[in-house]
């Protein structure tokens, strides 16, 4: 599967913004998908996860109660609405997917098929 992420810009602090990520291929619902991020200097980290058939999610602590994943598995999208943001929410965003028989969709390992991420920038 390949992905495009997409939705990223500059918002101030408690604004909002939702990311896009275009999937290709085949079988969409067999994979998880999750969203990453990585912000300047610091590792990638594990923000939220969709279960491939969806209605099962995961999200970071950082990030539980302001952001929401969806998915469209009848048109390949998965989604990260994002609100009150926060200056510390600034990352590059990615989407990457995880074939479902690689294991929970909870688990960050076995994610793969990165996007090309998405610049986020929350200004205080």
């Known amino acids: 599967v390949q992905l495009q992420a997409s939705g990223g810009g500059l918002v101030q602090a408690g604004g909002s913004l939702r990311l896009s990520c275009a999937a290709s291929?085949?079988?969409?619902?067999?994979?998880?998908m999750g969203w990453f991020r990585q912000a300047p200097g610091k590792e990638r980290e594990f923000v939220a996860a969709?279960?491939?058939?969806?209605?099962?999610?995961y999200y970071a602590d950082s990030v539980k109660g302001r952001f929401t994943i969806s998915r469209d598995n009848a048109n390949n999208w998965v989604y990260l609405q994002m609100i009150s943001l926060k200056p510390e929410d600034t990352a590059v965003y990615y989407c990457?997917?995880?074939?479902?028989?690689?294991?929970?969709?909870?688990?960050?390992?076995?994610?793969?098929?990165w996007g090309q991420g998405t610049l986020v920038t929350v200004s205080s």
């Open positions: 990457a997917a995880k074939p479902v028989y690689r294991g929970n969709y909870y688990v960050p390992q076995g994610f793969g098929s």
């Open positions: 291929g085949r079988s969409f619902a067999t994979y998880h």
């Open positions: 969709i279960r491939g058939m969806g209605g099962s999610y």
